[in-house]
């Protein structure tokens, strides 16, 4: 079956420290990736996509994500993250073609950033 | 500029009852979908569409229903709560193309349900 893992459920930094953020999928072609945002009391935001070409992508707010297809993993991270960072990650996965429309979502990765 | 609209934000049912959360979105998206959020969980994809008319199920589709007879709205109904279904529900949607599904997700504010 197909799978998304977030290896960490809940991380904590301080303010300036680098963030790194493990995510692994089980699927067998093509596949179309993102990352979204979900900030304390809101909903899903999108930070970055990755569909094909560079595999290193830049999103908003400062944050970038590594696809590396060998290792099916698309780690998110930020060179020093802020306290406003404070929020829930999640990773998501579909198979790139025709007929698909399923999108999986990892478990989430709650970021706390203390001051 | 609406984009997807949710309703109602808060609802507390008994169980056995039944309901309707709405959505309904002004993008002009092909692609709409329910997902429900429960604590370590993630997001489980409910039911989702590809277009009026047409209605298929997700990862955790039992005990709802769905249906779109328009583009705008695609509303889920639970017939028949269970403290099962205490959850948030978020609706989402997107464009899409015959060639699938490659855009974002565009999602509303949230449903938190409470089934006692």
């Given at each position: 079956a197909q799978s998304v893992s977030q290896h960490n459920h809940h991380v904590i930094l301080s303010e300036a420290a680098s963030l790194e953020l493990g995510c692994n999928y089980s699927y067998g072609?093509?596949?179309?990736?993102?990352?979204?945002?979900?900030?304390?009391?809101?909903?899903?935001?999108?930070?970055?996509?990755?569909?094909?070409?560079?595999?290193?992508?830049?999103?908003?707010k400062g944050f970038e994500a590594e696809f590396i297809k060998s290792k099916f993993s698309f780690n998110l991270r930020k060179p020093s993250v802020?306290?406003?960072?404070?929020?829930?990650?999640?990773?998501?996965?579909?198979?790139?073609?025709?007929?698909?429309?399923q999108l999986t979502f990892g478990k989430g990765t709650k970021l706390s950033v203390i001051p | 500029n609406a984009g997807?609209?949710?309703?109602?934000?808060?609802?507390?049912?008994?169980?056995?009852?039944?309901?309707?959360l709405q959505c309904a979105?002004?993008?002009n998206h092909e692609y709409m979908s329910w997902y429900r959020q429960d604590p370590g969980m993630g997001l489980r994809l409910i039911h989702y569409s590809v277009g009026a008319g047409i209605t298929d199920q997700g990862e955790v589709p039992n005990?709802?229903?769905?249906?779109?007879?328009?583009?705008?709205?695609?509303?889920?109904?639970?017939?028949?709560?269970?403290?099962s279904q205490t959850s948030v529900y978020f609706c989402a949607?997107?464009?899409?193309?015959?060639?699938?599904?490659?855009?974002?997700?565009?999602?509303?504010?949230?449903?938190?349900?409470?089934?006692?």
């Open positions: 072609g093509t596949v179309n990736l993102f990352w979204y945002v979900q900030y304390p009391g809101q909903h899903l935001q999108l930070l970055l996509k990755y569909f094909s070409g560079d595999p290193l992508v830049k999103g908003i802020q306290w406003s960072d404070t929020a829930e990650y999640f990773c998501a996965v579909i198979l790139s073609g025709a007929g698909s429309y | 997807v609209t949710q309703t109602p934000k808060f609802q507390v049912l008994k169980t056995g009852q039944s309901m309707t979105q002004d993008m005990g709802y229903n769905v249906s779109r007879s328009t583009t705008e709205d695609f509303p889920l109904r639970l017939l028949s709560a269970a403290p949607s997107s464009y899409s193309t015959a060639h699938g599904f490659n855009s974002p997700l565009h999602f509303g504010n949230g449903t938190r349900l409470t089934v006692t």
